[in-house]
């Protein structure tokens, strides 16, 4: 069983699109990170989200922490196809581990 | 590039063999992560250290071992290799203890054959 899970598992648009994706978990974490990775690549840290009901922006891409701490979304305004990648949330269960979900892979088409 | 050196980029090797993995964090980062990456379990934090001790633990295998020496460079060592061991295996590093800014090198892709 995941702690972390994200939905969808894939999605492919065409460029111009807006989309949302979703991490979600039945614990409280006491924050949320949203990582981009490309293929041959590292995960590159998004943002971090602490707070509940946290809305945070990043150009095109706005991150929201949920209320109870439980879960977060992530929305792309207009996508482009340099947003192609995997998205992973990540987290901390505990002061002792370091959770991340199995990934949304993103696919933007020209 | 994000400051995280890992070496060997590539690496095969046969089962049962022993392998050390390289990390070198970005300077100023006192913390170092290691993670394993494969396609049906996704990304695993498998162990944490921070000035050269241990501070969390994830899915690290008994066989696997790691230290962070007194010039804060880690090395993950992975002994009696199985199939199943192949994978990416990627370290992170950040200032604080916390991984709220962590960044990732570029990995170790590992095939053990």
């Known amino acids: 069983t995941q702690l972390l899970e994200q939905s969808p598992q894939f999605l492919s648009i065409q460029e111009g699109e807006n989309l949302t994706v979703y991490c979600n978990s039945s614990s409280v974490f006491s924050s949320l990170q949203w990582y981009r990775q490309e293929p041959g690549e590292g995960p590159v840290l998004l943002v971090t989200v602490v707070t509940g009901g946290e809305v945070k922006k990043l150009k095109r891409l706005t991150f929201q922490f949920g209320d109870a701490r439980k879960d977060s979304s992530l929305h792309i305004t207009a996508a482009q196809p340099g947003d192609t990648g995997l998205y992973l949330c990540a987290g901390r269960p505990t002061l002792r581990s370091f959770v991340f979900g199995p990934g949304t892979r993103l696919s933007v088409l020209p | 590039d994000s400051g995280v050196t890992q070496t060997p980029k590539h690496l095969i090797t046969a089962t049962g063999q022993r392998v050390t993995l390289r990390c070198s964090p970005r300077s100023g980062d006192l913390s170092v992560y290691w993670y394993q990456q494969s396609l049906d379990q996704g990304l695993q934090f498998l162990i944490q250290?921070?000035?050269?001790?241990?501070?969390a633990k994830g899915n690290i295998l008994e066989r696997f071992s790691a230290q962070q020496f007194p010039d804060l460079h880690s090395e993950l060592n992975l002994s009696s290799l199985e199939l199943g061991d192949s994978a990416l295996y990627f370290c992170?590093?950040?200032?604080?203890?916390?991984?709220?800014?962590?960044?990732f090198g570029q990995g170790t892709r590992l095939t053990v054959v």
């Open positions: 250290y921070y000035n050269g001790e241990e501070r």
């Open positions: 992170a590093s950040s200032v604080e203890g916390q991984g709220f800014k962590a960044f």
